[in-house]
């Protein structure tokens, strides 16, 4: 095998012309008459038992090249390519110029890796929210404590809005009974809406013991097709109402819910957090934004071929697919469920996946721009996370993941860091 030429034909495309050795090509077409030669009956001969050049001047000699060049061709295309400076991130097309007596020559053209270019990543300017807490924020806190520890007690009064009402019932309609419109026992939180409109606002005013009928009309576009539009009646027994009974503000309370003595340190704990988780969303959302306009026109440039944007689409499905299945779903189940077809969820994760992509190779070109190397100290690092993360030991981490990818983790971690560490930060113009 000879590379006779290779050139780049775009930003994103290459063509290798490769030249494979007579010799070869003829040993080629030799294994695949023996292997295809037991399939042919000549007649006159048992089958398989055809001499070559009978079999070849029935059929010609071509008949035997496609097979030969089949199983050339991969092994003579990825030892042409290896000796070149493209890096293919699509499968080669290939096509035959000339089967002559020097030999074969065949063209591969094939996608490769763009030519990026990356700029002004340090130094990028975006806006920061300021992060404030205020004392409603506390209070709203504290009372989701307060309700997380509240108690169910019995209400000795009418039922009102909120409270729990247990219940017994029965419904009709035109004095029938329909399935599914029974129950004994049965906790409503009044002002729920989860029962037929107009049923709970019915059962406010009334206390437990009573027995009264509620009166409504089910919706148009009820469910149960035989019931939408039409009156019913529902024989109600109010067994009990209870409402949520809440602690009492005081140290007591918040000794309760935290390792603090009195009310006051748990209220500043409270607001401690309130600024941190707030100061984290805050940089959160200014480093996404950073990172939005590295991959912008502005700063990235790349032209990025349509297959490696669906490669990265089909990526993320299969991890999608992955994560389900722990769950015991999987991709078909979540596509039956939502009505969508496999055509509809690439869309939706077309865009998220190219701006990923476009991450990752700016990423990895800043690291070539700023020099960047793995040191042994790193690489070992990087194992031990992989290790600890995936509950395996370092061996066979190193056993099961490529070493490139490795590397490329690490260097594309520093490319981040150096992009998040140069941000300049702005706070947002409060021009009404």
Do not use: W
Request: charged fraction near 35%; charge should be negative.
């Amino acid at each position: 095998m000879s590379l006779k030429s290779s050139e780049k034909i775009n930003g994103n495309t290459a063509e290798l012309v490769i030249h494979i050795e007579k010799e070869d090509f003829d040993k080629a077409v030799t294994a695949e008459f023996k292997k295809e030669s037991p399939k042919i009956t000549i007649p006159g001969f048992r089958k398989g038992k055809a001499p070559r050049a009978l079999v070849e001047k029935m059929y010609g000699k071509e008949a035997f090249y496609d097979g030969a060049l089949n199983s050339l061709i991969p092994n003579e295309y990825y030892t042409a390519v290896s000796g070149t400076e493209f890096k293919p991130v699509s499968a080669p097309q290939y096509e035959v110029l000339e089967i002559g007596e020097n030999g074969v020559d065949v063209k591969a053209t094939v996608f490769i890796l763009p030519e990026i270019t990356v700029k002004d990543y340090k130094g990028i300017t975006v806006e920061k929210d300021e992060v404030s807490v205020t004392e409603e924020d506390v209070n709203e806190k504290v009372e989701e404590a307060r309700k997380r520890n509240s108690r169910r007690v019995t209400a000795e009064r009418p039922a009102q809005n909120g409270d729990t009402a247990n219940i017994d019932y029965k419904g009709t309609v035109d004095g029938v009974e329909f399935e599914g419109g029974s129950a004994e026992k049965h906790d409503l939180k009044i002002g729920s809406g989860t029962f037929i409109p107009g049923f709970e606002d019915q059962i406010v005013g009334h206390s437990a013991g009573e027995e009264f009928d509620v009166n409504v009309t089910f919706p148009e576009d009820y469910h149960a097709k035989e019931l939408a539009g039409k009156a019913a009646v529902f024989a109600v027994k109010l067994n009990e109402v209870t409402t949520e009974e809440l602690p009492e503000l005081d140290d007591e309370f918040a000794k309760d819910v935290s390792e603090f003595d009195t009310l006051a340190e748990y209220r500043a704990d409270v607001e401690k957090k309130l600024i941190e988780t707030r100061t984290q969303a805050a940089e959160n959302a200014a480093l996404n934004k950073a990172f939005e306009k590295l991959i912008s026109g502005d700063c990235f440039e790349a032209d990025i071929p349509d297959c490696m944007i669906d490669d990265e689409v089909q990526n993320q499905i299969r991890d999608m697919d992955f994560n389900m299945r722990q769950s015991g779903l999987n991709i078909n189940d979540y596509m039956k469920y939502t009505g969508m077809t496999m055509d509809q969820l690439k869309a939706q994760y077309r865009a998220r996946a190219t701006d990923q992509l476009k991450t990752r190779l700016a990423l990895d070109q800043i690291a070539k721009n700023e020099g960047f190397e793995v040191s042994e100290e790193e690489y070992a690092e990087e194992i031990k996370y992989l290790a600890d993360t995936y509950s395996m030991t370092e061996d066979e981490v190193k056993a099961q993941v490529d070493p490139e990818m490795v590397n490329e983790s690490v260097l594309r971690r520093k490319a981040s860091d150096l992009v998040k560490e140069s941000i300049v930060y702005s706070t947002p113009s409060t021009e009404e």
